[in-house]
């Protein structure tokens, strides 16, 4: 029987709204409970060098009162790699990061990158945190985060859904198989298969078709959904797509 998915829902944007006004609603630490009570596998957050929307103050209290795994997306920099060996969370997800961009763009370039990753891993390890390297679903990067000793990777699926979005039909199927073939890729290699950015019900469900998918961590679209459903809604039905997706 095939395994079940997990969920990772990311609570940053439930701050994007806070940070709106200004004040202290809405709670993304309330947000990340509710997400575990409606059956989230884990949380993850991306405390940004520009801090757009998860503050520190959230990271300290998600890492002190979640009783889920908390995935702590950060860039590879000396402050965050500082953080992260402080606050311990279960997984450090190193993802780039440009001040100037809405959202992550991209994979981080691990083969370009290497030397000043081998020492940033290695300090995340050594802290106890689960290291992920968001990445290309390319060969090159995969097997350069096998090299670096990384345990887990996370496939980056933006350019498949911005196709999927703009009704791409020829490029979204390359972009699937894209996608299929890096993660039998990096599976071959030991390394656990994660999926993240732009997924929503209908990508998600297609996605968890590919056997060696293990976790997606989706965030913007589940709490924009939210708002017309409720979150704890919105999880199910995503929950219940990746399900029927995986043939559960």
């Known amino acids: 029987m095939a395994e079940r998915l997990r969920l990772g829902v990311n609570i940053d944007h439930v701050a994007t709204v806070r940070n709106a006004r200004g004040g202290a609603a809405p709670d993304p630490v309330r947000a990340a409970q509710l997400a575990v009570a409606a059956g989230a596998d884990g949380i993850t957050a991306h405390l940004r060098e520009d801090r757009r929307h998860i503050r520190d103050a959230d990271m300290e209290r998600l890492a002190r009162e979640l009783t889920r795994p908390l995935n702590f ?3 590879a920099t000396e402050e965050m790699i500082a953080l992260a060996e402080r606050l311990k ?56 985060a096998a090299e670096l000793g990384a345990p887990v990777v ?19 199927e390359a972009q699937f198989a894209r996608l299929a073939r890096g993660a039998a890729h990096a599976a071959a290699l030991g390394l656990e298969v994660h999926a993240g950015h732009g997924l929503d019900f209908d ?21 924009g959904e939210a708002i017309f459903t409720g979150l704890d809604a919105a999880i199910g039905r995503m929950r219940a797509a990746m399900d029927e997706g995986r043939g559960l």
């Open 73 to 75: 997306e950060m860039g």
């Open 89 to 144: 969370p279960h997984a450090a997800c190193l993802v780039p990061e440009k001040r100037e961009e809405r959202t992550t763009e991209g994979g981080l370039d691990v083969v370009g990158q290497r030397d000043q990753l081998v020492p940033k891993i290695a300090r995340l390890k050594a802290a106890g945190c689960r290291v992920s390297l968001f990445i290309e679903p390319d060969e090159a990067p995969i097997a350069m």
């Open 154 to 172: 996370e496939l980056h699926t933006g350019s498949w859904c911005e196709a999927l979005t703009h009704g791409e039909t020829d490029a979204a």
């Open 203 to 223: 990508s998600a469900r297609r996605l968890a078709g590919v056997p060696e998918f293990v976790e997606f961590n989706i965030g913007h679209f589940l709490i």
